[in-house]
Each structure stands twice: as structure tokens, then as C-alpha cells.
């Protein structure tokens, strides 16, 4: 096994995450491009926190989410860089932001349970879309007649809302907010509209 230095190691890592398509975790990093050197798991994560420390004070930062390390731009820098993206995109409707919400903070949950709090049926398009977009996925079924679907997130879904697990979700109406902001951003999202009748 060859051997690598501080310097070289954290400029390997630094390149690895810069062109990579996702998240690298630690595990990938040794699994791929460190597999030939003798590299402890401590200096890994020591080359991590230098490199988030050196962009700080930049425009990219180096962020930890569930599925590993990446870089993203400033959220405060957001209003100038949508601008790179001039095309209009579909929003997110209030009925999929709430469906969201709601599995987020009472997963694994039915859709039942998500129309008994929400008091509309919940459009099979909504469900289509964020499965669509890997934000959640069925994880069982509920042993209740008819077996319905229990529904979670995903680490997609953090990875997305920069969050390295659920416990780092905020309380529910900032989450909300937050899915709002997004929503305003006009982010890219397939379509979302709830085009349910009231439950009776």
C-alpha cells in the first residue's frame, strides 16, 4: 500500500468531492480513490474539516449531509444565482409541501393518515412525484386490513434539505416555511397539482 501526505491527501479529497455527481462519504473515499494508500480514518476526517474551515469564508462551502460530503453555494447567495436559470419551472403546490411535511415528521405514515390530518384526499400525483424525485419511498406495510403503504424519507430527501438526519429537522412550522422558500425559488419539480375534493 503506497502512502500519501496531509497535503496530497486533502487535495485528493478536495478534487474527489468537486467532481463528483453526489455526496461522497468516507467509506466511498477509501473505497475508491484511496484505495491503494494506508489512510486512517482520523486523517480522512481531519483533510474534511480543514477543507470546511479553508471555504468558510467563500462562496461554496463544504457541507456534511446523510449521504456524505459535497459542496453548495451560500443560501444567501440563492437570489443572484437563480438568475443563471432563467426558464420558469412548475411550483410546488401547498397540498404537496404539507404531504411532505407530514411524512417527514410522523413516518412511516399511510395515506390515510396523512388525509385524516390534512381533511383532502391526497393526490396520486403528489405521491408519484415525490417518489418520482426520490424524496420518499414505501418502507412496509400497516398490518390493518387493505395492508396500506407506510411511507418515509429519504436520505435523498436530506441530502437535498441539507441535513445529515432527521433529527436535524427544524420544528414543523420552519420546515413548512422552508418548503415555501423552495417553492418560491421555482425549483425544478415535475407536476404537483392537488386536484383532490374535501374528504367526507
Known amino acids: 500500500m503506497k502512502k500519501i501526505n496531509a497535503q496530497q491527501l486533502k487535495q485528493l479529497i478536495e478534487a474527489t468531492i468537486f467532481v463528483s455527481d453526489g455526496p461522497v462519504s468516507i467509506e466511498k473515499l477509501k473505497n475508491t480513490v484511496l484505495a491503494d494508500f494506508t489512510v486512517a480514518d482520523k486523517a480522512i476526517k481531519s483533510a474534511l474539516d480543514e477543507l470546511m474551515l479553508d471555504y468558510r469564508p467563500r462562496g461554496i462551502q463544504l457541507v456534511e449531509v446523510a449521504s456524505g460530503f459535497r459542496f453548495q453555494s451560500l443560501d444567501s447567495l ?84 441539507s441535513l445529515k438526519s432527521l433529527s436535524d429537522l427544524p420544528n414543523a412550522d420552519a420546515f413548512m416555511q422552508s418548503l415555501e422558500d423552495v417553492a418560491d425559488a421555482s425549483l425544478h419539480v415535475l407536476g404537483d397539482s392537488d386536484q383532490t375534493e374535501p374528504l367526507h
Open 78 to 161: 440563492s437570489p443572484w444565482l437563480s438568475r443563471l436559470w432563467q426558464e420558469s419551472s412548475p411550483r410546488y403546490s401547498r397540498a404537496m409541501l404539507e404531504t411532505l411535511a407530514l411524512i417527514a415528521y410522523r413516518q412511516p405514515i399511510t395515506r390515510g393518515e396523512i388525509e385524516q390530518v390534512r381533511g383532502v384526499a391526497v393526490s396520486s400525483n403528489i405521491i408519484k412525484t415525490l417518489t418520482e424525485r426520490e424524496w420518499i419511498k414505501v418502507v412496509g406495510h400497516k398490518e390493518v386490513p387493505g395492508r396500506p403503504a407506510l411511507y418515509a424519507t429519504t436520505k435523498q430527501f436530506l441530502d437535498y434539505f
